[in-house]
């Protein structure tokens, strides 16, 4: 079973709701799949349906890589930790010196995105840094 | 006399009236129906009227058709129009096939960005070698969803996490 069929509800899924420029090939035996999704809620569905597909993603047979729409500057987002309160730092990377904090579930400003990883946010406060965007989603 | 010299002032003055009337022209209302009316089929862009002046905004495709749009506003208000602000934004089609799938092949800088990344899950090891991910160590299962879009997000080759004993 080509990796296509094994991941077809994923695909179709991807594509019935709504998921821009996505994009997938099969290359060294894993399935790429990239794209942008309309919103968290899309995105997070999709990794259900992976993580049914393949429990705990024990095979790695996919590389799954969609961000939302929604996530562009100037618009909230929520702070999406485990627990403890998000770093803000002076530039992007962890050897920045931290400037400000933001507590888990608070809702600040993405500003702009340095990179995929790194994003300019603005809390309430009105302190602006850098932090890792794998903790914000869009609210 | 008294009588003639009304007449002639309410004479004179309706002349005034008149003569203004027919320089000032159409109301902005007419002049923007009759530019929209000459640029019917362009639905990416709108004109407003002010005072005769022409604001024209909206999206169009090239330079080409914004000037050509303004031609036509021109054109189609002839005297009417005293100035012409032309505020359409070229903006070039979008793509319509997406971006090529890109596998980041710099074990260097694929490596410094996963380490980053790993500071947040200290259970596990993270090793990069010809694009692939392999983890090891234990993690609650909650956590993994996290791990594996984080990795996932450097666009590795591959991600290998057979090697995470899964706590419940």
């Keep these: ?139 | 006399m008294k009588f003639n010299k009304l007449t002639f002032c309410l004479l004179a003055t309706s002349a005034v009236l008149s003569f203004s009337a027919c320089k000032s022209g159409l109301s902005d209302d007419k002049l923007e129906e009759k530019i929209e009316n000459a640029l019917t089929g362009r639905k990416t862009v709108d004109v407003e009227v002010e005072k005769g002046k022409v604001i024209l905004s909206g999206t169009v495709a090239s330079e080409e058709e914004k000037q050509q749009i303004e031609s036509i506003a021109k054109t189609a208000g002839d005297k009417d129009v005293k100035s012409i602000q032309n505020d359409i934004v070229v903006s070039a089609p979008v793509a319509t096939t997406p971006a090529p799938i890109t596998v980041s092949n710099n074990d260097a800088t694929l490596g410094a960005a996963v380490n980053t990344f790993m500071k947040d899950f200290p259970s596990v090891q993270a090793s990069v070698k010809d694009g692939i991910i392999s983890v090891t160590g234990t993690l609650e299962q909650a956590k993994i969803v996290t791990l594996k879009q984080g990795l996932d997000n450097l666009n590795p080759k591959k991600v290998d996490l057979s090697g995470i004993v899964v706590k419940k």
Excluded: H
Aim: with cysteine; charged share 20%.
């Design chain 1, 1 to 139: 079973m080509s990796l296509q069929e094994k991941y077809k509800v994923l695909l179709d899924t991807a594509q019935s709701s709504g998921v821009n420029d996505l994009n997938y090939a099969e290359m060294d035996g894993v399935l790429q799949i990239r794209g942008t999704a309309p919103t968290a809620d899309v995105k997070n569905k999709l990794w259900e349906i992976y993580g049914n597909i393949d429990p705990n993603f024990q095979t790695g047979d996919v590389v799954l890589n969609v961000d939302v729409a929604t996530e562009v500057p100037g618009s909230q987002v929520k702070v999406i930790t485990e627990n403890s309160n998000l770093n803000i730092r002076k530039g992007p990377g962890t050897d920045q010196p931290i400037v400000g904090k933001a507590a888990k579930g608070e809702i600040i400003t993405l500003i702009s995105k340095a990179n995929e990883q790194w994003w300019l946010v603005r809390t309430n406060d009105n302190e602006e840094g850098y932090c890792y965007a794998q903790y914000l989603e869009s609210v």
